[in-house]
């Protein structure tokens, strides 16, 4: 009997709770039922030996095909001849839609769509298919994971645009393990990167990431294909759609989308960010993401506490980064922090690295350590150093112009000079932390 680890690779002969390497639950699979006497894995994914001039070589600059999602296909700029293209995304995060929806325009105009779905079936497909009002004339789909067929049934039909929903759903012929595991994650995507390469068929493949992130099986994809594609919640119904590799377009954008029952419906800049009201212990910031700003809302909540040491917890955030703020809050704004646990939220936005967002977290602290309420209008931008000094902000043009977008009255900052007329909000240049006393009376 043999056992393998779906979150690692790791192989054992006998079952065990817990994987020894990666300290997974529940994620050694048998993987001895699978196999089979032919256990030669195909090597080349490029079957071209013949020596070329690169000049002479036929390029397929002009044959990218768009979706018509414009989101999409800004991040992607378009999908070019032979290219193989890896969605990941968390369980339930909406990756089946994207491809239901894009398998339906690229299937526009006549072209030969297959949609490969190994883990809903024929009928879920069509239930599903139906809720986002897709009637899939020339889709065709086959509700089946065995790679050895599902070769054979390309190479009879030629399709020009191959969806395989998803990669853990699918068993290259020859692999002795379970589907989902590393080896046969790996295979199979050696075998489909093959079949792009080779056959001139653009390939979309999904993989499922875990919700802590650790993309066990489609990491080990991220080298062979040519653009990974992650999809991610980052607020109930928004998804973020960026490309973390892309050898054929541009990297670091997004496109956000809303998440109906009509399926992911390209939305705004704005995530979550509402500039109104008046709130304890919350402040308003924008980040940047790639070439784009995403605004963010950093809140605390500060609690008395009953144990010996006080806690500090964030979610998004670098815990480091707030004991640092904190010890500058309390040494230039005097809170006394020692008896209070500190939670740091962020919404809007997953994570937040960029220091721009310390002066958002040093007023949000001191507003919930006064109970003195920040108004929803207010913008705070800039770093803050241990001296107390705020820092000058580098692209104050754009993160102005954000701000006005976004409803914002005023944006508190420090700036040596600054040079803008008529920028639509009114600017409150500060240069030390102390100021904010002042600012949220
Ligand atoms: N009737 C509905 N109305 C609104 N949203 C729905 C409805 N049915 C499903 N959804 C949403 O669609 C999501 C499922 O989307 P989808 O199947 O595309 O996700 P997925 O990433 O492919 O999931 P999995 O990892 O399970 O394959 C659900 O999590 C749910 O939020
Ligand atoms: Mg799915």
Partial sequence: MSFECVECGYESTNWMGRCPRCSSWD????????????????????????????????????ERIKSNIDGFDRITDGLVKDEILLLAGPPGVGKSTLFLQLAQNYSQGGRKVIFVSGEESPSQIKVHASRLGIKGESIRVIGSGDLGEIKKIIEKEKPEILFVDSIQAVAAPGVNSAPGTIKQVKESGRQLTSVAKNSGIRVMISGQITKQGTIAGPKVLEHMVDAVIYIDSVEHDTRMITAEKNRFGACGDFALFN??????KEAGELTGLKADGSITGQTACSVSVGPRLVGVQLQVLVSENYFEYPLRR????????????????????????????????????????????????????????????????????????????????????????????????????????????????????????????????
């Fill in 27 to 62: 994620s050694i699979v048998e993987t001895s039922k699978y196999e089979t006497k032919d256990s030669t894995p195909s090597r080349a994914t490029v079957a071209t030996t013949e020596l070329k001039k690169l000049s002479e070589i036929k390029s397929n600059k002009k």
């Fill in 259 to 264: 998440l109906t029952s009509k399926g992911l």
């Fill in 314 to 441: 964030t979610s998004g955030y670098s815990r480091n980064r707030l004991l640092m703020l904190t010890a500058i809050a309390q040494k230039y704004l005097g809170i006394k922090s020692g008896k209070f646990d500190i939670y740091l939220n962020i919404t809007g936005h997953n994570t937040v690295k960029e220091r721009i967002s310390d002066l958002g977290v040093i007023t949000a602290l001191y507003s919930g350590f006064k109970d003195m309420p920040i108004k929803g209008t207010d913008m705070f931008l800039g770093e803050v150093g241990l001296n107390g000094k705020v820092l000058p902000l580098k692209d104050i043009q754009n993160r102005i112009k954000f701000a006005v977008r976004n409803n914002f009255k005023r944006v508190i900052l420090s700036s040596p000079r600054i040079n803008i007329k008529d920028p639509g909000v009114e600017l409150k240049i500060i240069d030390s932390v102390r100021e904010i006393k002042g600012i949220i009376k």
